[in-house]
């Protein structure tokens, strides 16, 4: 198991950028694959990007393919979300989640309390 904390969420204008931080507790860290989840008001919460434990493995959801980069530093315990050109859509509570061994869109274990992105158009 590993313990999750999300960072750097916060009001922007549309058209901006934004990076969200995870910090995971535990020394197995380099083992996990890492996601990001978001929820916007009534709706489900929905897979924005995942990264494999090495970091040379990324998928994204379709609606930020292009906008937004996952990225890892397994050294720091830490995973990233730099999130650009930012739409009133990407307004949400944003996760970071944990899964073992492969890299999915689903099946993650181990979430933080979310932070909230909020974008004005």
């Known amino acids: 198991q590993v313990q999750l904390v999300e960072s750097g969420g916060g009001l922007v204008q549309a058209g901006d950028s934004l990076r969200l931080s995870c910090a995971a507790s535990g020394r197995t860290f380099s083992t996990y694959v890492m996601g990001w989840f978001r929820q916007a008001p009534g709706k489900e919460r929905e897979f924005v990007a995942g990264i494999g434990w090495s970091g040379g493995s990324t998928l994204y959801a379709d609606s930020v393919k292009g906008r937004f980069t996952i990225s890892r530093d397994n050294a720091k315990n830490a995973v990233y979300l730099q999130m650009s050109s930012l739409k009133p859509e990407d307004t949400a509570v944003y996760y970071c989640?944990?899964?073992?061994?492969?890299?999915?869109?689903?099946?993650?274990?181990?979430w933080g309390q979310g932070t909230q992105v909020t974008v004005s158009s």
């Open positions: 989640a944990a899964r073992r061994w492969v890299l999915s869109s689903s099946g993650y274990e181990d």
